[in-house]
């Protein structure tokens, strides 16, 4: 992967931020030249479930193993991420796996890598919107950018390690409203809003495949929900209507033109 990497890039001074994902088991070679190459990576933080696979690789392996902590010695951007359903998609035990590196049996797998609190708070804030180029939207609660942040029952910096996945998130705000109290106050169903954070962002509207067929000469078998304005943003939410009536055989990957969809 670095090769191909090497081949596109060049020695230019591009910011692609190319993404090598997992870096399951690297040495530091590897390392340096993810580093000159200006790599983004981004590392497994599944310790906690799957902490028993690494004992196929090898204990004297296993400080080379994921190395969330040689991206920081090395300079290399981290993202952070759970690889979802490979790992459950609860970033306060993403974070506990990766400052403990110990598996839900009570094992320890390659303490060299494991991080500190700030740096895992680091990965999940800051390291995940410099993987996408969005560093100067979101990642950290900064005037400019987005007002997207939650309140938690307790400092991860100041808990046990082991204990950060009992945090309880108390609030989260979007946009800077507060979209969710634990306590009720403030909780609200905004199911039906049609409002995605991105969509608010850039004003822009929600794919139209119903209008598509109407375009192609084509019935729809359902009416398309009113269309709701906010804050001067026009929002178009149309529900995907029923399959085409064509027919074509099932054992094909691709439907024929005629029926295949957007």
Not at 110 to 123: I, K, M, N, Y
Request: with cysteine.
């Amino acid at each position: 992967v670095l090769d191909a990497i090497e081949h596109v890039v060049g020695d230019g001074e591009m910011d692609h931020r190319h993404r090598i994902a997992h870096g399951t088991v690297v040495n530091p070679k590897i390392l340096a030249r993810m580093r000159d190459l200006g790599v983004v990576l981004a590392p497994h933080s599944y310790i906690f479930e799957k902490g028993p696979m690494l004992e196929a690789y090898g204990e004297h392996r296993w400080d080379w193993m994921i190395p969330n902590a040689s991206s920081f010695e090395y300079g290399i951007p981290n993202a952070g991420n759970s690889d979802y359903p490979v790992s459950a998609a609860e970033p306060l035990l993403r974070i506990q796996s990766l400052v403990t590196r110990r598996s839900r049996q009570g094992k320890v797998y390659g303490p060299r890598q494991r991080l500190s609190v700030e740096q895992a708070l680091h990965v999940f804030t800051m390291g995940g919107a410099y993987a996408s180029f969005e560093e100067n939207q979101k990642g950290s609660i900064s005037e400019g950018k987005f007002a997207d942040f939650i309140v938690l029952s307790q400092d991860p910096r100041a808990v046990p390690p082991d204990s950060i996945a009992q945090i309880q998130v108390e609030q989260t705000f979007v946009a800077g409203v507060n979209r969710f109290d634990r306590s009720g106050f403030g909780e609200r169903d905004f199911t039906q809003e049609y409002l995605l954070r991105s969509d608010l962002r850039i004003g822009g509207r929600y794919r139209d495949p119903a209008g598509a067929r109407a375009r192609r000469g084509e019935e729809s078998s359902r009416q398309p929900r009113p269309q709701p304005s906010t804050n001067g943003l026009e929002c178009t939410m149309t529900p995907t209507s029923a399959r085409s009536n064509s027919t074509w055989d099932q054992s094909k990957r691709t439907p024929p033109s005629s029926t295949r969809r957007g």
